[in-house]
């Protein structure tokens, strides 16, 4: 059974930053790609940042990029991503998945995490 949880989400105020990590279990962790997603109120969930498998190559969605680093940890099956400069438009709920396929934007379970709620507000 895939467990994805999702923690390390806040209030912040613009400009600042944020660290999230998601613990995977019930797949192996190593084969897969990892991916964060984000969704807001009335918004469609979107791809932001997506590692391979080893972490030799990433993706970023247009406005991460410069701002948002993806990283992962093999042993401990995590992955984070660390936040920086912080823009209201971040406001989301942040979950993770493994990637269907690499390159790509389709997460590869249904089943999702309840997710960390991240909130740039003055």
């Known amino acids: 059974q895939v467990q994805l949880v999702e923690s390390g989400g806040g209030v912040v105020q613009p400009g600042g930053s944020l660290k999230l990590s998601c613990t995977a279990s019930?797949?192996?962790?190593?084969?897969?790609?990892m991916s964060w997603y984000r969704q807001s109120p009335g918004k469609e969930r979107e791809l932001v940042a997506a590692t391979t498998t080893f972490g030799g190559d990433t993706f970023y969605e247009d406005s991460a990029k410069g701002r948002f680093t993806i990283s992962r940890d093999n042993p401990k099956n995590t992955i984070y991503l660390q936040m920086n400069n912080l823009k209201p438009d971040d406001t989301a709920v942040y979950y993770c998945?493994?990637?269907?396929?690499?390159?790509?934007?389709?997460?590869?379970?249904?089943?999702w995490g309840q997710g960390t709620q991240v909130t740039v507000s003055s």
């Open positions: 998945n493994a990637l269907l396929k690499w390159p790509g934007v389709s997460p590869k379970y249904d089943s």
């Open positions: 019930g797949f192996t962790f190593s084969k897969y790609a």
